[in-house]
């Protein structure tokens, strides 16, 4: 069936579509960033291009699809499936395989260099655990399924230009977009004496007379890094979410760093045999100005060859002023090392954290104060919601317990706005 109103010159039809079928083609059209519309055009044209009609499909169980072909196009493959005598179900199923054999998904693409984000502010409690996590979440989330991901104003822009029936009334800024997962292959490391991260994702602090991030850099290592590293199990990161779990003695780390030769460079000389396995890392730093966080912030430095806001400080704060003070301190330790040590830190944003607007005027002015700091800018505001709270005393990843709650789509916009 056609309608002959429709936007650009275009016939609405309407037909029948397996529901498995409709799926690949929202989650193919959406990774290669084309509209369902044309991929449909596509199809069919392929399907009618075709000597003969191939072999055919399951239907059953299909339900009404409709989308928008240029004029004539829908009379010509009604035509050629009465010619081929078979239904136009069948027909157009036939057409939307084609396609998709023909545009196979695009590979995740893999970085020369293991990006390295750093997540710290000095200032503890204000959320460092939860951005790692629920960042690297979404960042290992499977590219061949589609998650909602709440866009910026410039995005659903383009969204719209390229798909007319895309839903982005009037760029909502809080308009949400099924996307595929980033699929990338994500190492958390849990930096913090405290094993805030450790614990919340479900697995038991290292025992202190065993082997330890701690050890390594501190020369003095028990076995092998990569052993201690554990899967953050979940479908939807298959194998591609693991964690590097704390131990207490990172409590003496800034103690036995003092006696260590090229100590800002400890944490790189531990983690580097493990970066080649890994896409991203994300180091979830202590609340400290130590010689820890030296080592931290030499970590996420830009390396030669690596392009800016690759890598680098991702800042935690919250909507009041004492994470503004501990902001200054943070920045301050930043810039000695840049200019002490000739270090190129980017930084990655600031992530606004915990924020609820019925706080009133210390909540809305201090987040409006934080938006007014241009370099870094703020990349992510995340509610302070239940959802997290509930994961945490469950001990789940965030985006497996509650994938479709507001703040999992906020991580990942995050995720995205950083990458």
Request: net charge negative.
């Amino acid at each position: 069936m056609t309608s002959p109103a429709s936007p650009g010159d275009r016939e609405k039809v309407v037909s029948k579509l397996p529901g498995w079928l409709r799926q690949d083609l929202k989650i193919r059209a959406a990774q290669l960033g084309i509209g369902i519309q044309a991929a449909v055009e596509q199809g069919i044209a392929g399907w009618c291009s075709l000597a003969s009609s191939p072999a055919s499909i399951d239907t059953s169980g299909a339900e009404s699809f409709s989308t928008w072909l240029p004029p004539g196009q829908w009379h010509t493959f009604k035509a050629a499936a009465g010619d081929r005598k078979v239904s136009i179900t069948q027909a157009l199923a036939q057409a939307i395989q084609l396609w998709l054999q023909k545009n196979p998904a695009p590979a995740v693409r893999r970085p020369a260099v293991p990006r390295r984000i750093i997540v710290c502010n000095q200032k503890g409690g204000v959320g460092k655990t939860a951005i790692t996590a629920g960042t690297g979440e979404a960042m290992a989330e499977d590219a061949d399924d589609l998650y909602p991901v709440r866009i910026s104003k410039h995005f659903a822009a383009l969204l719209k230009e390229r798909d007319t029936e895309a839903d982005t009334s009037d760029n909502d800024p809080l308009a949400i977009e099924d996307l595929p997962g980033l699929g990338m292959r994500v190492l958390l490391v849990d930096f913090d004496p405290q094993c805030h991260l450790t614990q919340q994702l479900g697995h038991a602090p290292l025992p202190m007379d065993g082997d330890s991030l701690t050890k390594h850099m501190a020369g003095e290592p028990v076995g092998k890094l990569q052993d201690l590293i554990v899967a953050v199990d979940d479908d939807r990161f298959g194998d591609r979410l693991h964690l590097l779990p704390s131990c207490n003695d990172a409590f003496l780390l800034d103690v036995k760093l003092a006696g260590v030769r090229a100590r800002e460079a400890a944490l790189e000389r531990a983690l580097a045999p493990l970066e080649s396995a890994y896409d991203v890392i994300i180091v979830d730093c202590p609340p400290s100005l130590g010689l820890s966080m030296d080592a931290a912030v030499h970590y996420g430095r830009r390396r030669p060859n690596e392009a800016p806001g690759d890598s680098g400080a991702l800042v935690v704060v919250q909507a009041e002023d004492s994470s503004a003070d501990a902001y200054t301190l943070l920045t301050s330790q930043v810039e000695d090392l840049r200019n002490d040590l000739a270090l190129e830190v980017d930084y990655l944003g600031i992530v606004v954290n915990h924020y609820d607007a019925r706080r009133g005027y210390i909540a809305t002015s201090s987040l409006q104060a934080w938006m007014d700091i241009k370099d870094p800018r703020v990349v992510g505001v995340i509610g302070d919601l239940k959802e997290q709270k509930e994961a945490v005393r469950v001990k789940r990843p965030l985006l497996a317990y509650a994938p479709k709650s507001d703040q999992a789509v906020a991580m990942r916009a995050l995720a995205r706005e950083i990458s």
